[in-house]
């Protein structure tokens, strides 16, 4: 179960690298937690992936998210917050509540290190 999760996870990573606002990074992080129960050798892949596998030790040692990453991922909550607001017209609650849910989310975000 754990190799096919990592398997599916690293799948959705690698569209993510070509695909604009679907993330990358968390998958691959994901996948290589899920690769430390299953495969030790597509952990280690991951791990030392020449472009990719730094965020994830980074992430492993200390939760650090670059500062690119929090702009990409709080610009990408902001742009599909404003396509929400604007194609779905919501009542203001849920409006507020979605508002919020993403600004906690982006707070977060930002109190990771760099």
Not at 19 to 32: H, R, S
Request: charged residues 10%; proline residues 7%; contains cysteine.
């Amino acid at each position: 179960m754990w190799l096919a999760a990592g398997l599916f996870l690293t799948g959705l990573g690698l569209v993510g690298a070509v695909v604009p606002l679907l993330p990358t990074t968390i998958f691959l992080i994901l996948a290589a937690g899920c690769f430390a129960r299953s495969s030790p050798r597509l952990e280690a892949w991951i791990l030392n992936h020449p472009r990719f596998g730094g965020f994830v030790r980074d992430w492993r040692a200390r939760g650090a998210i670059p500062l690119r990453g929090k702009l990409f991922a709080t610009g990408g909550m902001a742009g599909g917050y404003a396509v929400f607001f604007l194609t779905a017209r919501p009542d203001w609650p849920l409006a507020l509540g979605v508002a919020s849910a993403m600004a906690a989310i982006a707070g977060w975000i930002w109190t990771r290190p760099v």
